[in-house]
């Protein structure tokens, strides 16, 4: 089993700044692509930013130039640094890893349980 727990969230005013964590734990052999999705009120979850072990990323339009993803493989943890922070981020954010236990086995997704940020003055 693989666990993601997640951090770094809470209440922030607009033009402020926020750093996520998620670390992963547990079996892991290797970890491939990491990334933050988010699921705002009424919306459907969407990918914010991923990336992969050898340090691709890939952003939404929405936070390039505002959000930087970045991961510590030795760590098994990935972050999100958020700056000039609008209401329209206000979210929990949600961390995945796409995973596997040991060599023979599939690559799986695994899901944080979240983190709320919210964007409001």
């Known amino acids: 089993q693989v666990q993601l727990v997640e951090s770094g969230g809470g209440l922030v005013q607009p033009g402020g700044s926020l750093r996520l964590s998620c670390a992963a734990s547990?079996?892991?052999?290797?970890?491939?692509?990491m990334g933050w999705y988010r699921q705002a009120p009424g919306k459907q979850r969407e990918l914010v930013a991923h990336i992969t072990s050898g340090g691709i990323t890939v952003y939404a339009d929405s936070v390039k130039g505002r959000f930087t993803i970045s991961r510590d493989n030795a760590k098994n943890t990935v972050y999100l640094q958020m700056n000039s922070l609008k209401p329209e981020d206000t979210a929990v954010y949600y961390c995945?890893?796409?995973?596997?236990?040991?060599?023979?086995?599939?690559?799986?997704?695994?899901w944080g349980q979240g983190t709320l940020v919210t964007v409001s003055s």
């Open positions: 995945k890893a796409n995973t596997r236990s040991s060599w023979s086995e599939r690559y799986r997704d695994v």
């Open positions: 547990g079996r892991i052999f290797s970890i491939d692509v």
